[in-house]
């Protein structure tokens, strides 16, 4: 499955912004998907996930409660609408996506096998 991530932008402080993870190749709907991000000169960190049903999702709690992580797979997209956003929200954000049920460990980058080349997202104060 290949993925591609977009939606990325300059937004400021408390605005909204969704990102989407359009998704092509094999059934979508099989595979569970996360999003990832980067801030600069620091590890790529989780925040969310969604099951293949989109019955199931998880958060790390940095965004959990301003970010919702939803899936159409009509459209075979994905999407992370993140809410009161701050420049600690500030990084290059990656879709990922794994055959099956979201991992027992969401958050660990070796449970994708797939990933999109990132979509950057600045939060201005």
């Known amino acids: 499955v290949q993925l591609q991530a977009s939606g990325g932008g300059l937004v400021q402080a408390g605005d909204s912004l969704r990102l989407s993870c359009a998704a092509s190749?094999?059934?979508?709907?099989?595979?569970?998907v996360g999003w990832f991000r980067q801030a600069p000169g620091k590890e790529r960190v989780f925040a969310a996930a969604i099951s293949g049903s989109g019955g199931r999702t998880e958060y790390s709690d940095s965004v959990k409660d301003r970010f919702t992580i939803t899936r159409d797979s009509a459209k075979n997209t994905a999407y992370l609408q993140m809410t009161k956003m701050t420049p600690e929200d500030t990084a290059v954000y990656y879709c990922?996506?794994?055959?099956?049920?979201?991992?027992?460990?969401?958050?660990?980058?070796?449970?994708?096998?797939?990933w999109g080349q990132g979509t950057q997202v600045t939060v201005s104060s």
């Open positions: 990922a996506a794994t055959f099956g049920a979201i991992p027992v460990v969401p958050d660990s980058i070796a449970n994708y096998d797939y």
């Open positions: 190749g094999r059934a979508f709907s099989g595979y569970a």
